[in-house]
């Protein structure tokens, strides 16, 4: 029989080494044994590493990982309750060759380490794989494959910052009820990082207060009393636990985190203290993180964190509450009050602000002072609030510790609402905002209402830090009438702002909007047809260089004069068609040749300048002067329409609306509309209006009528009943024409 190379796994990494060089000098140790092998079936192996952990939340380091060579390998025969070793080798030795066995029952176990090992290191991780396989009468030839796997456990340890600073000289250990493993995993303060392993089982986790515990005499009944914390976990190979040690904030009481895999268990108890262990050191007292200085809250505020926190390992005599607050004093309540020993007004009282303590008392060592809340007891009452405290502390051996001062204001929830002139259409408003001064921003909503009419509640179309923003209120509210706004906290009306008034525009419509109104004068008389300049306004109006709201383009067309008429030359682009909707009038808008080198015999005819016809909100002298002072902000226009095009030539409608201050001139909104279609009978037309600023109150607006939106339009062939005998009086050039009325402005 081989050298028993599996005893020698429990030795040292450096005394195995040892062992086998001087059993291979001494003895030629060969490490094979085989026990009774015989068959005639032919059975090979083949074994792999995983480094995964079962559950495959992390998996080992690579160099914690042994190689395959490195493994042995042995093979047992399942005979009813107790297994017979058949072969044992390394696996460098067994991987290449075949051993002979007979139908039956079998598993090929590998493995590498010491599987009852307990310590810190790569050295200590213990591989093992188990493969069953069969085999049957009939079989030949038989592979075994296996993948080794980590078959002890993986601890890590997590050590919380508060455990750190409440227990300076702790010691954790860990220890498995597996037989014959010796030695149990120990942690002191400085070894968080260190990874241990130790065999599967039901492991005990023990925290000891102070590392003098551990070899504590027993007492008069035989037990060792341990001031700490003690727990059992149940685990299984290759399990990765982590347990996460810390201190409960304001309580003193140990919480473990026991995470196994993908599983976690918290476990929370109290850490028991030894009456005859009592310290000398002094009370630590220690402001939360809202505590550390003079700060601000809101009355509808979160505080939690804001606690002083007191360690005591002498345990409490008194615990004072020195402070500087009117309001405190106007509910009977007197600076250096003792939080341990309050009558029940007193303690009634503090209940209804909303400062709490914790257990205090000369046995316990971990306590707090919580003022989380304060804000939600005082709000809508005592707010502003303004208030300076300090805790002082007073320990069993009469040492004294006074926490700096700090000072909690509560202010009361604000917003502000952003709403002016220039947000007020006649329907709706627009862009409005709300500033959030106190407060949380998303429990803040806007109202608005008339008079002493009840509030609509309106929420913000999205929230940008602590702006609320209002893209759209209302579409049907009222033109010219003043409307209140303010802001509101969480749907309470005691939480509400100072009202702001803003008033709606007015939702005016442009004169002459069906084109009822025309004015008409002779420019040149002729024979048989004047030619006419056509003014879609008032017939009042007089020719002094204000022809009204509308304007076209006819001075320009019809500028030419001569003895004959000659329409071809000097044409009103813009005139009166009596064919409206209503069997009304309407506006009639061509394209038009004109000028004196304009021509037309029997033998054909030249066009010296084409002009598009316009119709427009202006003036026109000697060009195009848009728009006219209007305060409203229409959400659309609408008009009906014919139109015949030439050359596939579209018509353009559009409007614009401004803001005029001197020289300076803003855009504020634009809506247009351009097609080429054939349109034959009256038919509606929308624009929108798109509006870029809401910063400026509307000043001016025009809207804009084209014939043919083209740089250069094109005409017909001249057009006209009347001969040459009549010096082709009412001949013309013409092009697209784009019949228009009932414009008709929107507001929504």
Known sequence: MGLDCNKLTNMKYNSLLSVCLMTALLFSCKTSEVEGIEGTTEVTFSLATDGTHHKVKSELAADYIPEVDDFTVEVFKQEGSKDKRLYRDTYPNSKDKAIKLNAGSYYMLAYHGNALGVGFGKEYAYFQAKEPFQISADQRKVSVSATAKLYNVKVAMNYGADLLKDYPDFLITLATDKEGAKGTLSY??????????????????????????????????????????????????????????????????????????????????????????????????????????????????????????????????????????????????????????????????????????TEMGPDVKFAAVDFSGLSQKVK????????????????????????????????????????????????????????????????????????????????????????????????????????????????????????????????????????????????????????VEWYPNEKSISDNGDKGFWATRNDLTTSPRYDATNFYCAYSGTIKSDNGRHNSSCAEISTVGWGERNTFTLLGGKCSNVTAGMLFIGDYKNT???????????????????????????????????????????????????????VKEFSKQTVKVTYSNITKIPTHMYIVFMSSSADSPSVNSVTGSMGAFSGYADSRYVGSVLTVDDVNLIYE
Do not use: C
């Open 624 to 678: 195009e002067l848009f728009g006219k002072e209007f305060h409203s902000r229409p959400d659309a226009f609408e008009f009906y329409y014919k139109f015949a095009p030439v050359k596939n030539e579209s018509f353009k409608a559009y409007i614009v609306v401004e803001n005029r201050e001197g020289d300076s001139i803003t855009e504020l909104g634009r809506g247009e509309i351009l097609s080429n279609v054939e």
């Open 188 to 357: 002191t303060k400085n070894d968080a990082a260190k990874e241990g392993f130790i065999p599967a089982g039901t492991l005990t986790f023990t925290l000891f207060q102070d590392k003098s515990q551990v070899n504590a005499l027993p007492d008069e009944n035989g037990n060792i009393k341990v001031t700490a914390f003690r727990k059992t976990i149940t685990v299984e190979p290759n399990d990765f636990i982590t347990l996460t040690v810390n201190t409960k904030p304001a309580e003193g009481k140990l919480t473990v985190g026991i995470e196994i895999d993908k599983e976690t268990e918290t476990v929370t108890d109290n850490v028991e203290i030894n009456s005859t262990y009592v310290s000398t050191e002094a009370p630590v007292v220690t402001l939360g993180d809202k505590l550390v200085s003079a700060l601000e809250f809101h009355e509808d505020e979160d505080l939690t964190g804001a606690l002083v926190s007191l360690k005591s390992a002498a345990g409490y005599s008194h615990v004072y509450l020195d402070f500087t607050s009117p309001y405190l004093e106007s509910k009977g309540l007197i600076s250096g009050l003792d939080l341990m020993n309050m009558d029940e007004a007193t303690k009634a009282e503090m209940d209804k602000l909303g400062i709490t303590t």
């Open 380 to 531: 809508y009452e005592a707010v502003p609030f303004d208030a300076t405290f300090k805790v002082r502390v007073v320990d069993n051996n009469d040492n004294t510790v006074t926490s700096a001062p700090f000072t909690i204001k509560i202010q009361k929830l604000t917003a502000q609402v952003n709403v002016a002139e220039a947000n007020a259409f006649a329907r709706s408003f627009r862009g409005v905002t709300m500033t959030v001064n106190e407060g949380i921003a998303s429990k803040f909503a806007l109202q608005y209402r008339t008079g002493e009419g009840d509030w609509t509640t309106v929420k913000p179309e999205s929230i940008e830090g602590n702006t609320l923003n209002f893209a759209k209120i209302g579409g049907s509210l009222l033109p010219e009438t003043a409307y209140q706004f303010r802001s509101i906290y969480d749907n309470n009306a005691a939480e509400v702002s100072d009202n702001v008034v803003v008033t709606t525009e007015a939702a005016a419509q442009v004169p002459n909007a069906g084109f009822e109104h025309w004015y008409s004068k002779v420019v040149q008389e002729a024979i048989k047809v004047n030619i």
